[in-house]
């Protein structure tokens, strides 16, 4: 029997309507969102369920929907018993690993996501920063066009390393826009503009870092009863300090994820559940290596069908 891993998705995967049924049908997946309605003051429950979309949109919202949506069906699906050798997040999901590994509680997760998203709203005024998605360009060489274009003055860096062919970008809006233009000197077959209220995962992104910090130091952390391997570097970790670290680190870091897969396939990870809204990270997985069983977690209905 092989290892499996749970994952969590991150920002992108949301969408109108996540969670009800979980919430409907089970009473732990009612009692995370009754804790999350309660945490942040205002019902997050039913901006996830009923939206408006562009409300959910805003970062600040989309990061503690998607955490609670997360954590409520990660209860569901934990009613079948079975338990992660490892667990991983893309970006803000690393939050919803750390509450599945016991590292932090559920309300202070959702109020330090609620934080994070609005810190990252300000950290850059609207308009400076921007992210591309770049398909079928080799990371060496794009890494290599990235330096050179903020060598010349404008910032753009690596943000998400998801999967073979696909790297989103992120920086100044100048920066990006040199990539979009320059991007077949890197191999890119294609470049698409990102519509996202900030340049994420960039060094832009260090105001953000600096008031996280702060935040992250008010909250406890315990060590992690499973490993948690951090998007920053793709390697396990346990250490509840050093899971803090890495989450200052991670808002100014690219997203390793296609390292993070590639080390729990090395370690013998033969199944990944992914548990949250949409099926964004079985996408990725996919284009990783197509060998793995991959299961998508994200609603009730599908929580009892994978444990079939």
């Known amino acids: 029997m092989g290892k499996i891993a ?10 109108v309507g996540m969670g009800k049924d979980a919430y409907e049908s089970s009473a732990a997946a009612k009692a995370i969102y009754d804790k999350a309605d309660e945490a942040l003051g205002y019902s997050i429950s039913k901006l ?25 069906l990660l209860e569901v699906y934990k009613e079948q018993g079975l338990k992660p050798d490892y667990v991983a997040g893309h970006s803000l999901g690393e939050y919803s690993a750390l509450v ?36 079928g360009a080799e990371r060496a060489a794009l890494q290599a066009l990235c330096s050179e274009i903020t060598a010349a003055g404008t910032v753009v860096e690596l943000a998400n390393v998801n999967c073979p062919g696909q790297i989103v970008v992120s920086g100044s809006a100048a920066g990006v826009a040199a ?16 519509e996202v209220s900030g340049p994420f995962h960039s060094s832009l ?18 060590d992690a009863s499973v490993p948690v391997v951090a998007n920053v570097h793709a390697r396990p970790v346990t250490s509840g300090a050093e899971l803090r670290e890495l989450l200052v680190k991670q808002i100014v870091s690219p997203v390793q994820w296609e390292d993070t897969i590639a080390y729990l396939i090395g370690e013998g990870v033969d199944t990944f559940v992914e548990i949250g809204s949409g099926t964004v990270l079985a996408g990725l997985i996919k284009k990783i290596d197509k060998s793995v069983r991959i299961v998508s977690v994200n609603s009730a209905a599908a929580a009892s069908a994978a444990a079939e």
């Open 6 to 15: 749970f994952v969590f998705p991150g920002q992108g995967a949301q969408a």
């Open 48 to 72: 996830s369920f009923e939206g408006p979309e562009e409300e959910l949109r805003q970062t600040a919202n989309t990061q503690p929907a998607l955490l609670a949506t997360s954590v409520a």
């Open 100 to 135: 599945a590994a016991g590292v932090l509680e559920f309300a202070d997760a959702v109020k330090l996501v609620r934080a994070r998203g609005q810190f990252m709203e300000q950290a850059v005024p609207g308009g400076q920063g921007a992210m591309a998605a770049v398909l």
């Open 179 to 194: 990539v979009v233009e320059r991007g077949k000197e890197a191999g890119a077959k294609r470049v698409i503009p990102l």
């Open 205 to 222: 992104m260090q105001p953000a870092a600096d008031k996280l910090a702060e935040a992250l130091a008010q909250a406890e952390f315990r």
